[in-house]
């Protein structure tokens, strides 16, 4: 079933501050919240939910602050129920705003009326077309939603429909509220409520919002694009109540790898998306899941030999989307035991670096165990590795001054933690001494400010990647240096000692970009 015949324009709405704020442990401050608005604004969402203003003062000050930072090409927009104090607080608070829309929620199905309202079908539609009334009177621009629609009964909700719309509904959202639709079910359902809508207001939008309780919210929001949905609604990293909500990346890349299939198009600039994932998982202290579909650590990483011999004979053989794409670090072989000489060998010339024929196996040996000990082998690792060998073994074909740790002291006291580091690049040794809010706040100052290098951290994670006294710490960390980001990662016995090495992971990778550009 597809009643779509062109290339239109999806509309994605991001609903991050609004439905993903409500996840326990995420609420942001104003500050924070205006941080991710500034990065929705760059990646160019067509429409934006920032809150519930009248839920708390909190709320209603920053959808106003925000209202105020997004111009006309971006509306924004704030929810709120189906009744006047919500409705003049959504207004006050937007009203100052260039492009607003008023998001009114009501529920549609049979539980919701009953046992939430107790109210009858009518009386919940009443409700409905009074609010739409007075919104519109308000502002011209007001989406409708009936929460719980996939549960709902059709004729109930197209009874709906009709009515908000004669009353000024500019946009119908049909939300899957508890993560109850299959996609083909949910896909019919939009076809059927786009057929009849068109013929009704052809200027009105129908919308989608999925929750993802099942796994399915990006399917059941593909789907609904397939038959017929002009917008859809989402959140960055998919984070929302429960188990989140459709997520942006997921349905902006789906659409975008089969153009034809879905008959549209969004104008989200890509490339923007993998800073803006890791900028909310960092505010909001939520980790994004490793393998998440396109923004988690390992979307574009590789370990068997097999896919890492096939990528580096053609990236194509593996790899559908580039990372450059949404703007995330270049594609990552992975180094572990499971790694074929093709590889290995790979990294050692991205080092600058040849082996000896004669020397190959030995050398590949000794990497394999390695990496029967540490389990991911890093650049740092392969660095170190290669230094242990005299010339006759390793060849320096290209000289990239690295940075390398040869020591660090931290003190660590719940007064001031400080941290003596002794860094190495080429012949300068540089010794410092810092202090800081903690060991490693202390340890990445003092490796910071003798490397003389300017960059912000954006993210810090430590993994436990096996258990017990001897187990193995993961450290990735997440740098940018000059608007461009850098990833760095490490795995030691000793957490802060994989902290410091991760750090000078990230950095030598800015050494290396800066020597491939001057070789340009
Ligand atoms: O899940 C839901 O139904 C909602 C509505 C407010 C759209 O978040
Ligand atoms: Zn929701």
Redesign the pocket.
Known sequence: MNCVNSSRKIYVLD?TL??GE?VPGAKLNLEEKMEVAKQLIRLQVDMMEVGFPSSSQGDFEAVRAISQIVGKDITVTA?GRAVKSDIDAIYESLKKAESPMI?I?LGSSGVHMQKKFNKSPQEVLSMGVEAVKYAKRLMPNVQY?L???SRSSFDYMWQTIDAVVKAGATVI?I????GFAVPEEFGSLIYRINERLKNLNPNVLLSV???NDTGLATANTLAAIRNGADKV?CTINGI??RAG?TSLEEVVMGIRLHPDYYKGYTTIKTKEIYKTSRIVSAIMGIDVQVNKAITGDNAFAHSSGIHQDGLLKSKEVYEIIEPQDIGAPPMEIVLTARSGRHAFMHTIEKLGCKIGEEHKEKVYADFLKMADQKKEIYDYDIEMLLRSYPETVVQRERKIDLWELVDFEVIYNTKIPTATVKIKKADSIRETSQSGNGAIDALYSAILKAAGMPVALLEYRIHNISRGKEGLGKVSIQILHKGVLYEGKAIEKDIIRASGIALINAMNKVMQDCAMQNNK
């Open positions: 609903t609004r439905d409500q929810l998001h929620v939603s929460e719980d629609a959202n939300p899957d509220t508890v919002h999925c929750h609604e929302g109540e909500n």
